[in-house]
């Protein structure tokens, strides 16, 4: 229990020094007030200090002082709650601030109520994670340099096409329609391999509109994310038949550009795999704030998968998903199982 104590016995004594100072840890005994009464072996080796020269000083003497409030708060905790557990810094012989947890716990010394504080350097870990910190953000930072630029590229091409080879084929369809008119009075046959041709140009029209819309859909810029995801969940419903329930709770005066394009994006990947890979004959896509995020769900009944095989099945359009999400400081999760469907969760921070 938390506010055990334990009891240093006088026919115990010598078998507590003996394990006190084989501690690989720092260990020190201190009063209710924090003066140091023992300090092991390792203690001594951390401060570089014999022992006279740290017992009978307060222990937050060997802090750092901008960490000495958090330390003393939490050693105020300790006299309510009997123990407790911290990551913080201290002073070592060189003077140098050496990142440490720090376990404290009751125990009674020579009768008296005392606190027993075990300190281990955890300067590797600490560093470690420093850097996976650090690598982290530059991932970030070039994930979103590349979609940044990625998204630039999109939306010229789609102009381009939209515009250059759009108005091309408008012409075309335009001169193919007059000469269908004069051929149907002078020449049948080649009057119905006129219409023949116009209906192709019309359908490679809409098949140039449809790509120009996928690479950059004009609607996300003319009137706003939550219209583009509605229609983007309308154009699956058509074309596969498989009905979505959704709940589009969105303020987009919360979002910048590149989070309403990540968001766009990635529900299009999303029902793009469902209509391939789950099987599945219903959806549901919830996107909703909250607390300071942005939270989305996309589920189906599908198939769904073995979580291992996430990467096999989907292969570069989860990687895709995963680096526009990261480029946004996001986090992506997938949970599934076989025969019980999917679900996405995105949390991207607002």
Same mark, same amino acid.
Request: proline share 3%.
């Given at each position: 229990?938390?506010?055990?104590?334990?009891?240093?016995?006088?026919?115990?004594?010598?078998?507590?020094?003996?394990? @006190?100072?084989?501690?690989?840890?720092?260990?020190?005994?201190?009063?209710?007030?924090?003066?140091?009464?023992?300090?092991?072996?390792?203690?001594?080796? @951390?401060?570089?200090?014999?022992?006279?020269?740290?017992?009978?000083?307060?222990?937050?003497?060997?802090?750092?002082?901008?960490?000495?409030?958090?330390?003393?708060?939490? @050693?105020?905790?300790?006299?309510?709650?009997?123990?407790?557990?911290?990551?913080?810094?201290?002073?070592?012989?060189?003077?140098?601030?050496?990142?440490?947890?720090?376990?404290?716990?009751?125990?009674?010394?020579?009768?008296?109520e005392c606190i027993i504080l075990n300190m281990r350097d955890i300067s590797k870990r600490y560093y470690a994670e420093q850097e996976l910190r650090k690598t982290n953000h530059e991932l970030q930072?070039?994930?979103?340099?590349? $979609?940044?630029?990625?998204?630039?590229?999109?939306?010229?091409?789609?102009?381009?096409?939209?515009?250059?080879?759009?108005?091309?084929?408008?012409?075309?369809?335009?001169?193919?329609?007059?000469?269908?008119?004069?051929?149907?009075?002078?020449?049948?046959?080649?009057?119905?391999?006129?219409?023949?041709?116009?209906?192709?140009?019309?359908? $490679?029209?809409?098949?140039?509109?449809?790509?120009?819309?996928?690479?950059?859909?004009?609607?996300?810029?003319?009137?706003?994310?939550?219209?583009?995801?509605?229609?983007?969940?309308?154009?699956?419903?058509?074309?596969?038949?498989?009905?979505?329930?959704?709940?589009?709770?969105?303020?987009?005066?919360?979002?910048?550009?590149?989070?309403?394009?990540?968001?766009?994006?990635?529900?299009?990947?999303?029902?793009?795999?469902?209509?391939?890979?789950?099987?599945?004959?219903?959806?549901?896509?919830?996107?909703?704030?909250?607390?300071?995020?942005?939270?989305?769900?996309?589920?189906?009944?599908?198939?769904?998968?073995?979580?291992?095989?996430?990467?096999?099945?989907?292969?570069?359009?989860?990687?895709?998903?995963?680096?526009?999400?990261?480029?946004?400081?996001?986090?992506?999760?997938?949970?599934?199982?076989?025969?019980?469907? $999917?679900?996405?969760?995105?949390?991207?921070?607002?």
């Amino acid at each position: 229990m938390d506010d055990e104590k334990k009891v240093v016995p006088a026919s115990g004594e010598a078998k507590f020094n003996a394990i @006190f100072n084989a501690s690989p840890d720092a260990v020190f005994i201190e009063n209710m007030n924090g003066v140091i009464l023992d300090v092991n072996e390792k203690g001594c080796e @951390f401060h570089g200090l014999p022992k006279e020269k740290i017992v009978g000083k307060n222990f937050i003497e060997f802090v750092p002082l901008h960490h000495r409030s958090k330390v003393l708060s939490n @050693f105020e905790n300790f006299v309510q709650r009997k123990k407790f557990r911290l990551e913080s810094f201290a002073t070592n012989h060189k003077g140098i601030s050496i990142p440490v947890e720090i376990t404290v716990s009751p125990i009674i010394y020579n009768q008296e109520e005392c606190i027993i504080l075990n300190m281990r350097d955890i300067s590797k870990r600490y560093y470690a994670e420093q850097e996976l910190r650090k690598t982290n953000h530059e991932l970030q930072r070039v994930s979103k340099m590349l $979609t940044d630029s990625s998204e630039k590229q999109l939306k010229k091409l789609a102009a381009e096409l939209h515009d250059e080879i759009g108005q091309l084929l408008t012409a075309l369809k335009i001169e193919i329609h007059q000469l269908h008119k004069k051929l149907d009075k002078e020449n049948h046959h080649l009057s119905t391999k006129a219409e023949s041709i116009k209906e192709l140009t019309q359908y $490679t029209l809409d098949s140039l509109r449809n790509i120009s819309t996928n690479l950059r859909p004009a609607i996300l810029d003319k009137i706003g994310l939550v219209a583009a995801l509605q229609w983007l969940i309308q154009q699956f419903e058509q074309k596969t038949e498989i009905p979505v329930t959704s709940n589009l709770n969105i303020e987009e005066s919360d979002l910048n550009e590149n989070q309403k394009i990540v968001i766009y994006r990635v529900l299009q990947e999303c029902l793009t795999n469902i209509y391939k890979h789950s099987g599945a004959t219903h959806a549901v896509v919830n996107i909703n704030r909250l607390n300071n995020k942005l939270l989305m769900i996309v589920q189906d009944d599908g198939t769904g998968f073995k979580q291992q095989d996430v990467s096999t099945l989907f292969g570069n359009g989860i990687i895709g998903i995963r680096e526009r999400v990261l480029s946004v400081g996001g986090r992506l999760k997938i949970n599934s199982m076989p025969q019980k469907g $999917t679900e996405i969760i995105v949390n991207i921070p607002i």
